[in-house]
């Protein structure tokens, strides 16, 4: 009889993981309204250059973020901010749209001589994420979006670009992920001045783990090569992400570039979501 119980019990352990499995990373998450994925806090415009969750999500957000350069030997120092709207639809349960906008973008700027200060509306992207291919635990999801001319940092010369990638995903159970991002980004100038055009390809590898349902650390690594494969930036990123019942969530981001060509001390910033 004990004999007949503990293979009955160790069948129900041997069944478990399979059952997990069969749900997909995607269903696993401890919660909802907590954030996944990569941070999303960049160096470039609105969420270009910041890779993308493969979970498809539908949320809306409303976030800060900032950055600084100092360079005392050049006599030069700038501080920009913007805030940012997002959303999300997932139109299908392996399809998202997505959208963020830099509702309103801030810069300033003082060298030796001048000082300046620039307050106007940012970029905006749109794109899409499909969630192809999953095996248990493990998920892939292509991304694609543009990024629009709108901003109007510069009255003569609009920025058109795009980018397109691919999200990984790994979550063995629900409170640890793997994640990942790698993708191709391009930009133009349009109008009067010189077209300056850039392409930039962006690698990211991070972990998640959450505490319990209401609390989750996270921990990237960024590396983005430039024009003629140039290192713009090697850059650790961190985040503490939050959930307040079983829709609000909040994240607080930050990333240090320690190698490369860009030359911002820091960025970081604050996201607000609601997940529908």
């Known amino acids: 009889m004990n004999m007949s119980r503990l293979l009955s019990a160790l069948a129900v352990l041997l069944l478990l ?15 909802p309204a907590l954030a996944e994925g990569p941070i999303t806090f960049g ?15 539908t949320e809306v957000g409303f976030g800060v973020q900032g950055g600084a350069i100092i360079e005392t030997e050049n006599f030069y120092g700038a501080v920009t901010g913007a805030g940012l709207l997002s959303g999300s639809y997932a139109v299908r349960p392996d399809l998202e749209v997505f959208a963020t906008l830099e509702a309103l973008r801030f810069q300033f700027v003082q060298n030796a001589t001048l000082t300046g200060t620039t307050m106007h509306l940012g970029q905006l992207t749109v794109g899409g994420t499909w969630m192809a291919l999953t095996r248990g635990s493990f998920v892939l999801s292509p991304s694609a979006r543009l990024e629009l001319p709108t901003s109007f940092a ?3 010369t609009r920025t058109l670009g795009g980018e397109v990638g691919a999200a990984m995903l790994y979550r063995p159970t629900n409170r640890f992920e793997v994640h990942g991002y790698a993708g191709v980004d391009v930009s133009t100038a349009l109008g009067a001045g010189a077209a300056l055009p850039r392409a930039g390809f962006l690698m990211n590898v991070g972990t998640e783990y959450a505490l319990c349902s ?63």
């Open 214 to 276: 209401g609390f989750a650390a996270v921990l990237d690594a960024n590396v983005h090569f430039g024009h003629r494969a140039v290192l713009d930036y090697v850059a650790p990123a961190i985040g503490l992400r939050f959930r307040a019942g079983e829709h609000f969530g909040a994240e607080l981001g930050a990333s240090l570039p320690l190698l490369g060509a860009e030359r911002a001390l820091a960025i970081g910033g604050l996201k607000l979501t609601y997940r529908m």
């Open 43 to 57: 160096f470039q415009s609105a969420d270009v250059a910041t890779g993308r969750r493969a979970c498809p999500r």
């Open 154 to 156: 510069s009255p003569r």
């Open 17 to 31: 993981p399979a059952t997990a499995r069969a749900e997909g990373g995607c269903e696993q998450w401890i919660s």
